[in-house]
């Protein structure tokens, strides 16, 4: 059946809709109170796990690193940990600065509402404890509650369904270890009709694919580690890909999408992805948060902290190895640059020059491994000047990696420049040094100062001194 009839079937039962409502596209955590399952309480599962490569379904031979176990348990708890490392498991499932790992209670934003996610730790009362090793698989990788419930499509069970049987065995063997912290969660806080669980049965039906992952015969063993890491267990698509009007992943996969604010830029490897970047460079940039051309901020600053730096050498070169291997969309004709007398680029080069040379350089070439470089910076020069914006506004902070601990942070201009200001800034270092975007709007400014409640300009900032 093809999907534009399965959609016109849908509209009929009154479901069509039901994607949007249970559906937050690309964000990855929810869920709470495992023992209460009232509309729009969240259920323990919501936001579970992610993971790397195993040995069997189809994965590639395991190349993870680990300690020398003293038996065959240790073994696989030490597989577990590194598959829960792997999938960032602590990012969704521990509140900021809570000092409780996995212990739940991190609140989510979102346009449908607040997720909340999950207490995953072996407390019976309020987390997993009481889980077997069936529901836990089938929350993973089937989108169901431990009694039968449908589970948010927040939670990545679309990617999840092609984690391999061996790393889900793992990866429980490591979760039975996590010590019980009781913890009671708050609810979801998501509105009518978004709290009705049943409407994610269209929502199934229409997108999940549950089927394993199957490797390519004609590639080779590091291609296809690479694969099994993006496509499900590193769930890159989830934040990569632009979702439709009901939330699902578009078709033009890992060619950017955005994330609460924040965009997540192409990488296929095409012209406007990571075309132009080696293959050590991509896994420089997963393993320390940054290279010469880019340094990681906002949310994937956090999964290089959390998950992508612990990760091993050779996964890291296989995911880079298939990203580079994915083809992108055809990219636009570049666009001219604004020419250097435009009254845009004569502020932002003033703006420019008071705030910014100092660190990223009058020649835009930063500090190798430190500043961003912003001259020939693809991500800089995407058709959403999301990131760039909210930078300047609210700074951002380095991952705090073992390859760069001293990470350099940027602090945020929001109190000192106005909206005309910070447009002004983007656009000239949007086309600048060989770069070419179309400019920055203060509308643009304005806008993303309001959903992030950045500061006003204080009356007496002055963005020449």
Not at 4 to 23: E, M, N, Q, S, Y
Not at 83 to 91: L, R, S, T
Not at 221 to 241: I, M, P
Not at 359 to 384: E, P
């Amino acid at each position: 059946m093809t999907l534009l009839k399965k959609l016109k079937i849908a509209g009929a039962l009154g479901l069509a809709g039901a994607g949007v409502v249970a559906t937050i596209a690309g964000t990855q955590a929810l869920a709470a109170d495992p023992d209460n399952h009232a509309p729009g309480k969240a259920v323990a599962g919501d936001a579970l796990v992610g993971a790397p490569a195993g040995k069997d379904a189809g994965a590639p031979p395991d190349t993870t690193p680990g300690l020398v176990p003293r038996n065959a348990q240790e073994a696989a708890i030490e597989r577990g940990r590194y598959v829960a490392v792997a999938g960032d498991c602590i990012a969704c499932h521990t509140a900021h600065g809570s000092g409780k790992p996995f212990a739940g209670g991190l609140v989510l934003e979102t346009p449908f509402g607040k997720l909340v996610g999950s207490n995953i730790t072996q407390d019976v009362k309020t987390g997993i404890g009481s889980w077997t090793q069936e529901e836990f698989t089938r929350a993973v990788r089937q989108g169901k509650g431990k009694h039968g419930e449908n589970l948010y499509s927040a939670m990545p069970y679309n990617a999840y369904a092609k984690v391999s049987d061996a790393d889900m065995r793992d990866l429980w063997a490591y979760m039975k270890t996590i010590k019980p912290v009781e913890n009671t969660v708050v609810a979801n806080q998501l509105p009518f009709p978004f709290n009705i669980r049943l409407l994610m049965v269209g929502w199934n039906w229409l997108f999940f694919d549950n089927s394993p992952f199957k490797p390519d015969a004609t590639r080779s063993v590091e291609w296809n580690r690479g694969a099994y890491l993006v496509q499900g267990l590193a769930h890159c698509a989830s934040c990569h890909t632009a979702k439709n009007l009901f939330g699902a992943d578009k078709s033009e996969t890992l060619a950017g999408g955005t994330l609460g604010g924040w965009y997540a830029p192409n990488i296929t490897g095409s012209r406007g992805g990571l075309h132009d970047w080696s293959v050590e460079q991509t896994v420089e940039y997963l393993q320390t948060g940054g290279n010469r051309i880019s340094m990681a901020s906002g949310p994937m600053a956090e999964a290089v902290e959390n998950s992508t730096q612990h990760m091993s050498s050779a996964d890291l070169r296989a995911i880079a190895v298939y990203l580079k291997s994915v083809a992108g969309p055809a990219m636009p004709a570049r666009p001219a640059p604004l020419p250097a007398d435009n009254a845009q680029m004569l502020l932002g080069a003033r703006v420019y020059e008071v705030n910014c040379a100092a660190c990223h350089g009058s020649d835009g070439k930063g500090l190798d491994g430190l500043v961003t470089s912003l001259g020939g910076n693809s991500a800089l020069q995407a058709g959403v000047a999301s990131n760039l914006i909210n930078a300047v506004l609210r700074g951002t902070t380095p991952a705090i990696t073992h390859g760069k601990p001293t990470g350099a942070g940027m602090p945020g201009f929001a109190w000192k420049l106005s909206d005309a200001e910070v447009a002004a800034v983007g656009s000239f270092v949007r086309n600048s040094w060989g770069n070419a975007a179309p400019a920055v709007s203060a509308a643009s400014v304005a806008e993303a100062r309001k959903s992030i409640n950045a500061p006003a300009k204080l009356k007496f900032a002055n963005a020449a001194r």
